[in-house]
C-alpha cells in the first residue's frame, strides 16, 4: 500500500543511494550533477572499452566452426509468429514495462488481441534491420 511508511522509506532510500559528489581525475572534489553524469559515463567508458585490434593472423591454427548450409539457410528463413510467441512467453511476467506502461503480463493476457501486431512490428525489425528506438525504452517513474 502507498501508505506514509512506505514512502518514508524509498525517499530515505533514494538519499543513501545519490551520488552527491565525486573526486574527478584531477583530485578535485566536484558535485555538479552535470560534471557527475559526464565524469561517470567516461570512466564506465574507459573501463569497459576494448581497443585492441586482433590480427587474423593470430588466429591461425585454431578451428573456426562455419555454419552448415542448412544452418545458414535457417538463420536466413523469417521469423514464425510461433517464434515470438515462445519469446514473449519465456519473459517474466512483471519485469521493466515499456514508456506505454505495460508489463510481459498485458501482452500474454491478451495476446489473441495484440499478437498480429506485435508479430508485425517484429517481422518488419527483422525486414529493417532496425525498429523504433521509443519502443525499447523503458519507463522512468519519478517519485519525488
Avoid at 505495460?102 to 499478437?115: C, D, P, Q, S
Wanted: proline content about 2%; overall charge negative; hydrophobic content about 40%.
Amino acid at each position: 500500500m502507498n501508505t506514509k511508511f512506505f514512502h518514508t522509506l524509498i525517499k530515505t532510500r533514494r538519499m543513501r543511494n545519490k551520488i552527491c559528489g565525486l573526486f574527478l581525475p584531477d583530485g578535485s572534489w566536484c558535485s555538479e550533477d552535470n560534471t557527475l553524469q559526464v565524469e561517470a559515463i567516461s570512466f564506465y567508458k574507459s573501463l569497459l572499452y576494448y581497443n585492441d585490434t586482433v590480427e587474423l593472423n593470430d588466429f591461425e591454427g585454431v578451428p573456426i566452426p562455419k555454419l552448415s548450409l542448412e544452418g545458414v539457410s535457417e538463420l536466413a528463413k523469417l521469423v514464425t509468429k510461433e517464434e515470438v510467441d515462445i519469446a514473449l512467453m519465456s519473459m517474466g511476467s512483471y519485469k521493466a514495462h515499456g514508456k506505454d506502461g505495460f508489463h510481459a503480463l498485458f501482452f500474454k493476457t491478451y495476446w489473441e488481441i495484440v499478437g498480429d501486431d506485435v508479430c508485425r512490428l517484429v517481422y518488419s525489425a527483422f525486414e529493417n534491420g532496425s525498429f523504433n528506438q521509443d519502443i525499447a525504452e523503458t519507463l522512468v517513474v519519478s517519485y519525488s
